[in-house]
């Protein structure tokens, strides 16, 4: 498993040192196509490689001529199966920690939750490759108070990292009977406002988590994105009377997320590139507008 995993990665790293060169090939191309199509002498210094690069293009498509990149590779196999996600905490977590970690485990489906304990960081994301893990989340919290959430996807990455914010679990809310039991089905999405390349980026990273529901599924989960500010909800809707009279109820827990890092790895990689970082010159109201409109 070892040897595989090395060989995997090494692979990995290959193709993403070839995107530089993919993306001038690329560009190169381009500049061929629009002078054929524009009717427009070829540019000089493409005048040499014009006839190998023109029978290229003549044998590609829409979907071929496209560059990929390593992100292309990173979910490139999450529609062959099920997500599969261990959930875990900081050292020694306290009450309310545990307790939110246990209902995020019925959150995202096919999660598995365990404790801790003295493992380190490396060990966990060994062990998840070894057993084929999709996922790990990792759940901080700061004087009993969940503050922070990273999702490191496997086997290669991305890890991104989110800050915690008004946590209410459902152990929170007095009135059991109102909402109701937590339903086991396969959610549908909601990824409200994630319309930047950023936004999309991290939408994909977030609805990675969940597999696809039915179509009669009646449980929902929403990320609604306002001011870079992601509002998690969970709800399940009825109909007693038909269509017309549809019935939505919260069943918690509820949250918002401020995402402020993607690294280009798992969260065991220091040395892991940085795809995207918040800023101090970001925390303005003008310019707070990084994941959607």
Known sequence: MLKRNIRLRREYLYRKSLEGKER??????RKIREALEEGKPIPTELRNEEASLRQQIDLEDENIGVPRTHIDDEYANATESDPKILLTTSRNPSAPLTQFVKELSFVFPNAKR???GG??????????RSHEFTDVIL???????????????LPFGPTAYFGLLNVVTRHDIKDKKAIGTMPEAYPHLILNNFSTKLGERTAN???H????????TKRIITFANQSDYVSFRHHV???????????LKEIGPRFELRLYQIKLGTVDQNEAQIEWVIRSYMNTSRKRKVLGD
């Open 119 to 128: 493992q380190v960081i490396s060990e966990i994301i060994e062990t998840c």
């Open 114 to 116: 365990i404790n801790r």
């Open 205 to 207: 990273i977030l609805k």
């Open 139 to 153: 759940v901080h919290e700061h004087r009993g108070v969940p503050d922070g959430l990273t999702i490191s996807h």
């Open 24 to 29: 001038l090939l690329y560009e190169k191309k």
């Open 237 to 247: 809707y009825e109909k007693h009377g038909g269509p017309k009279s549809l019935e």
């Open 209 to 216: 988590l969940f597999p696809v529901p039915k179509a009669d």
